[in-house]
């Protein structure tokens, strides 16, 4: 399963405190490949390192760049499907150009995606992506 986590998922999934937890250790079990582009990465390093800061950060960045099943995708496309957010396209972009299955957000911005016939994007829930993750 190809998945796109937008950077609020991964914030949520990066503590092991966390009850979304298992999304990142599912990443880790190669459970699912994450699809990212290098626009998500530097958004992805951004916010974690102003949650948890720049060692964690780093780390994080570093790790996403080693693991099998993190692969890089890079649109040479523009969709502009978010209006109300235009920096959440990189989402939409990385997921048409990956073929992703799933694009995993708890942004309100993505429900317009709901309206959108072509191109079909499948936006998904946290709980509904861990209810994925433990069949």
Not at 23 to 39: D, R
Not at 69 to 94: A, G, H, M, Q
């Amino acid at each position: 399963m190809k998945v796109i986590l937008d950077c609020n998922i991964i914030v949520t999934s990066l503590s092991s405190r966390s009850k979304y937890f298992l999304i990142f250790s599912s990443l880790f079990e190669e459970k699912f490949q994450l699809l990212i582009s290098s626009e998500i990465m530097l958004e992805y390093e951004e916010i974690v390192q102003k949650k948890f800061g720049e060692r964690v950060a780093k780390d994080f960045i570093i790790t996403l760049s080693t693991l099998e099943n993190v692969k890089f995708v890079e649109s040479s496309f523009r969709w502009n499907l978010i209006y109300d957010d235009p920096d959440d396209n990189k989402y939409t972009d990385c997921y048409l150009a990956g073929f992703a299955d799933f694009l995993v957000t708890e942004d309100k911005h993505f429900g317009v995606l709901a309206q959108t016939n072509f191109p079909a994007i499948n936006v998904v829930k946290i709980t509904e992506f861990l209810d994925l993750l433990k069949r």
